[in-house]
């Protein structure tokens, strides 16, 4: 079984920079791609980032050019550097992982605060 566990979440005020990981523990031999998405309350899931298993990335236009998604594949660790920070990136940020069969699977996230 797969184990995805975010960290790096805090309080940062608006401009500021915040970096997150997530560790992946477990079966992780087959990755598709790895994401990483966030949720506000009262708002749905929302898909930020993705990398590859081939290292292609793409990005959300509301965090294109402001966030970085990255991996460490020795380390089984994707990584979010979120930069310009802004009052409305207030969520809490999951780590998803889908493998080459499709399956799916999440993290508990963890809670990014801006103040402005």
């Known amino acids: 079984q797969v184990r995805l566990v975010e960290s790096g979440g805090g309080l940062v005020q608006a401009g500021g920079s915040l970096g997150l990981s997530c560790a992946a523990s477990g079966s992780v031999f087959s990755i598709s791609f790895m994401a990483w998405y966030r949720q506000a309350p009262g708002k749905q899931r929302e898909f930020l980032a993705r990398?590859?298993?081939?290292?292609?990335?793409n990005y959300a236009d509301s965090v294109k050019g402001r966030f970085t998604i990255s991996r460490d594949n020795a380390k089984n660790t994707m990584f979010l550097q979120m930069n310009s920070l802004k009052f409305e990136d207030t969520a809490i940020y999951y780590c998803n992982l889908v493998d080459l069969g499709g399956y799916e699977y999440w993290g508990q996230g963890t809670q990014v605060t801006v103040s402005s």
């Open positions: 990398i590859t298993r081939g290292g292609s990335t």
